[in-house]
T-cell receptor
Framework: AGVTQSPTHLIKTRGQQVTLSCSPISGHRSVSWYQQTPGQGLQFLFEYFSETQRNKGNFPGRFSGRQFSNSRSEMNVSTLELGDSALYLC?????????????FGPGTRLTVT | AQSVTQLGSHVSVSEGALVLLRCNYSSSVPPYLFWYVQYPNQGLQLLLKYTTGATLVKGINGFEAEFKKSETSFHLTKPSAHMSDAAEYFCAAPFSGGYNKLIFGAGTRLAVHP
């Protein structure tokens, strides 16, 4: 099975918070999150490996995440803004090196109204 | 600064024609490069990757790419386009020292017409 994400679609109101979930490919220990918007393209949010955040992109503190012992990951966005509307993609990788390809899930489309 | 640049946000070809999607990277990125494809309303699918060794890399669906260090390029090609190739294509490279942190190009939307 590939990377799975839930939910598929989500509609929230400004000021609310949201939690997105990602289950990596079995055996993969690294999970990365990306935001995709028409204006900014694909931007790296953060990466977790063995429950530790190793990298963080240039996003405000409203964006946070965590990884569980089974490698599943969640990301949370608090105090939603209209600009947070995007496709959020999760990717998993076997190990933590730059040469390891990442496998992406189908994404969660978040709409903030 | 590290960067990945895709020349041409839109490319249109006839079915059966050569597909050429251009990607250039800054010399400061590690020598690992990837091409991903995204079909409408889907996530990204890995087409091919370059790590070390042979500079001509073959991927899925008949695509291939050649790593040219002297030109800092990693262009994607396919000899004969098929209607099913219509999608958006992204070139990507890792941040140096950034583990699984990818920099993506802006993407090239490929249209294939009969």
């Amino acid at each position: 099975a590939g990377v799975t994400q839930s939910p598929t679609h989500l509609i929230k109101t400004r000021g609310q918070q949201v939690t997105l979930s990602c289950s990596p490919i079995s055996g993969h220990r690294s999970v990365s999150w990306y935001q995709q918007t028409p204006g900014q393209g694909l931007q790296f949010l953060f990466e977790y490996f063995s429950e530790t955040q190793r990298n963080k992109g240039n996003f405000p503190g409203r964006f946070s995440g965590r990884q569980f012992s089974n490698s599943r990951s969640e990301m949370n966005v608090s105090t939603l803004e209209l600009g947070d509307s995007a496709l959020y993609l999760c990717a998993s990788s076997l190990e933590g090196g730059s040469s390891y390809e990442q496998y992406f899930g189908p994404g969660t489309r978040l709409t903030v109204t | 600064a590290q960067s990945v640049t895709q020349l041409g946000s839109h490319v249109s070809v006839s079915e059966g024609a050569l597909v050429l999607l251009r990607c250039n990277y800054s010399s400061s990125v590690p020598p690992y490069l990837f091409w991903y494809v995204q079909y409408p309303n889907q996530g990204l699918q890995l087409l091919l990757k370059y790590t070390t060794g042979a500079t001509l890399v073959k991927g899925i669906n008949g695509f291939e790419a050649e790593f040219k260090k002297s030109e800092t390029s990693f262009h994607l090609t396919k000899p004969s386009a098929h209607m099913s190739d219509a999608a958006e294509y992204f070139c990507a490279a890792p941040f140096s020292g950034g583990y699984n942190k990818l920099i993506f190009g802006a993407g090239t939307r490929l249209a294939v017409h009969p």
